[in-house]
């Protein structure tokens, strides 16, 4: 069974900087398409980054220079870096990973989530 556990959320101002982790068991980072996706309420869940097997990345265009996604495979844990926060991240971070073949962008590509860790970025 895979379980997924965000942690490094909080409260910061605009301007500053956070770093997500995504502890993973029962599946390896080095296997296939790990995500990071967020949701602030009354909006749809949307993808901010995503790494392959392969380590290729890919981020949103509204995060695009601020937001590095990288993994430790030995440990096994998805990082979401970002940096220059603004008040508009503000929302629910979602570590996503997707145990078929394959990658993709939507929140349907992806079979396995996490709790979510918040993140408030105030002005």
């Known amino acids: 069974q895979v379980q997924l556990l965000e942690s490094g959320g909080g409260s910061v101002q605009a301007g500053g900087s956070l770093r997500l982790s995504c502890t993973i068991s029962?599946?390896?980072?080095?296997?296939?398409?790990m995500g990071w996706f967020r949701q602030a309420p009354g909006k749809e869940r949307e993808a901010v980054a995503r790494?392959?097997?392969?380590?290729?990345?890919s981020v949103a265009d509204s995060v695009k220079g601020r937001f590095t996604i990288s993994k430790d495979s030995a440990e096994n844990i998805l990082y979401l870096q970002m940096n220059s926060l603004k008040p508009e991240d503000t929302a629910m971070y979602y570590c996503?990973?997707?145990?078929?073949?394959?990658?993709?962008?939507?929140?349907?590509?992806?079979?396995?989530w996490g709790q979510g860790t918040q993140v408030t970025v105030s002005s």
């Open positions: 996503s990973a997707r145990t078929a073949i394959g990658c993709g962008y939507r929140p349907i590509d992806y079979n396995a």
């Open positions: 790494i392959d097997r392969a380590d290729a990345t």
């Open positions: 029962g599946y390896r980072v080095v296997t296939g398409c």
